[in-house]
């Protein structure tokens, strides 16, 4: 099984930036949505079996995150939601999300909020539950603290996986960390983690779909 992304980088055009992603393949299109702190490579494993079996695969990056620019004013749910509306715009939805994290908990505010245009996007979410929780402490606007952060990062990463890790993950934690040693980078992700879910969380029972087995 491939287990890296070769797809090149597109970027999507919004307002004080650009964010990354990439796609290929055939319809019916899946977009796939990391989580804070994470990149799309975060995808790896899950992309190219999609790809494989039919589907056309966007993995998109976070404002702040991997190939997106860091020179957004705002991060969150609300942000990262229009952003999803914005590359469905751009791709041709509808589409299968699956979100993670604040990727997900993102969506659901959207799904929730868009009204009678949901359903000519997002077909179908694969939604976990968002929870209010902030990651590790210490990720300030300061340069100090966001060297704390990043280091607070690189070991809270591994606590994200409650069972045995992929081979890579090593690597992989790495290069999320050269990430965050971007310029820019991680005091976006400082105020990333400032995010709340509370207003995903709070409109989750309007979310209605087929649980999928």
């Known amino acids: 099984m491939i287990n890296v992304l070769n797809e090149p980088t597109t970027y999507l ?12 393949g055939n319809d019916p299109l899946v977009v796939l949505v990391p989580g804070m702190g994470d990149i799309r ?6 992309a190219p079996p999609l790809r494989e079996a039919g589907y056309r695969v966007a993995t998109i990056d976070l404002r702040g995150h991997g190939d997106s ?23 041709g939805g509808p589409a299968v ?8 908990g993102s969506w659901c505010w959207w799904r929730k909020a868009a009204g ?12 976990p539950r968002p929870q209010d929780k902030r990651g590790p402490a210490g990720a300030t606007s300061s340069g100090h603290g966001q060297a704390v952060g990043r280091m ?28 965050l040693r971007k310029p820019g980078y ?28």
């Open 186 to 213: 991680a005091k976006a992700f400082s105020l990333t983690t400032r995010t709340t879910h509370k207003t995903a969380a709070a409109c989750l029972a309007g979310v209605k779909a087929p649980r999928w087995s």
């Open 13 to 24: 055009a919004r307002p004080e930036g650009r964010v990354g992603y990439d796609v290929s």
């Open 97 to 104: 999300l699956v979100g993670n994290s604040m990727g997900a």
């Open 69 to 91: 620019d860091a020179t957004f004013s705002s991060y969150g749910d609300v942000e990262t939601a229009d952003d999803i509306i914005a590359l469905l715009d751009d791709l």
């Open 41 to 46: 490579r975060a995808y790896r494993f899950l």
């Open 152 to 179: 607070a990062w690189k070991g809270y990463l591994p606590k994200l996986f409650a069972g045995r890790k992929p081979a890579d993950f090593d690597a992989y934690r790495a290069e999320v960390i050269r990430n």
């Open 116 to 127: 009678p245009c949901q359903g000519s996007r997002a077909r179908r979410p694969v939604c």
